[in-house]
């Protein structure tokens, strides 16, 4: 089963943010609705209550969906510079061609395709949006020893990773472990080029990463960052800007502990399916919404 159900991003316009990802990405929007009193407090997010979503899936048809939110995201809010959920990575089928898309859109190339050191089935490339969210764009040309790997059914498929900037690696890593019985893959130290522009930092240096897998499917990459990263500013009482939350599928949700945010309640739209949810935070603040199985 894979556990990735979907990325929830605060953004100044929704409608204008949904016309760029169906435009350039392909995404088809599958639901409009205000968020409710209920659903913003489960998210800890009350001043979120009422603001507009919209809820779209890739062309594929993968039931992995990102969810627009409207926010107005602090002047001092700066991408890949403070903890919590830093980027989202969506699987493509030819990441040149990608490129050569991107360069005409709106979207910011801050990565160009670019084969990584000891990892040659991934072929990334990385953007930022007119929102400031940043996404990354991999063609997978192969499975890893220890996980399988999606492959992309159209030209801009599904999200397949979500990136989470750590404090505490370690911590971290026994959070999921520990809430949601994840099992931690590969640790490598890697240069990572866009860490390193986002803090001006010298351009070899490596930064620590370790992947979460639920049996074979890799869909988390956890990131130490700099000491020089700071918490995200937020409005008061909404969501944070940028990647706010992670959605994930659970096949055992009555053995959760939590704490929840809020008790799980039955819930309707694409994300949810009418299946229970409720939210968690994870170390440094960050939302993680788990979905019951079906």
């Not at 989202?88 to 910011?108: G, N, W, Y």
């Amino acid at each position: 089963m894979e556990l990735l159900r979907g990325a929830t991003l605060v953004v100044a316009d929704v409608e204008a943010t949904a016309a760029r990802y169906v435009e350039w990405l392909d995404y088809a929007v599958v639901d409009r609705a205000d968020v409710s009193a209920d659903l913003a407090a489960s998210w800890g997010a009350p001043a979120s209550a009422g603001r507009a979503s919209i809820t779209l899936q890739p062309s594929s048809g993968a039931e992995v969906f990102l969810r627009f939110v409207q926010g107005a995201p602090p002047p001092t809010y700066r991408p890949l510079r403070t903890f919590g959920w830093a980027a989202i990575e969506i699987c493509v089928q030819d990441v040149l061609a990608v490129h050569e898309r991107m360069k005409r859109s709106p979207f910011t190339i801050i990565g160009p395709p670019k084969a990584l050191d000891g990892l040659p089935t991934i072929f990334p490339m990385q953007v930022r949006g007119p929102d400031d969210e940043i996404v990354f764009l991999t063609q997978i040309n192969g499975d890893l020893p220890e996980n399988d790997l999606p492959r992309a059914a159209s030209l801009i498929d599904k999200l397949f990773i979500l990136v989470l900037a750590c404090s505490d690696l370690p911590a971290s890593m026994a959070w999921f472990d520990q809430a949601m019985g994840l099992t931690c893959g590969r640790t490598m130290d890697l240069v990572y080029s866009v860490i390193n522009d986002a803090f001006a930092l010298p351009a070899d240096t490596q930064h620590t990463l370790v992947t979460l897998t639920h049996a074979r499917d890799v869909f988390l990459e956890l990131d130490q960052y700099p000491a020089q990263t700071t918490p995200r500013p937020a409005e008061a009482g909404a969501l944070p800007p940028g990647v706010a939350i992670a959605t994930f599928r659970h096949p055992d949700f009555g053995s959760l502990s939590g704490p929840w945010i809020t008790p799980p309640a039955m819930r309707e739209g694409p994300m949810y399916g009418g299946r229970r949810a409720g939210t968690l935070r994870a170390p440094d603040g960050t939302l993680v919404e788990i979905v019951e199985a079906g």
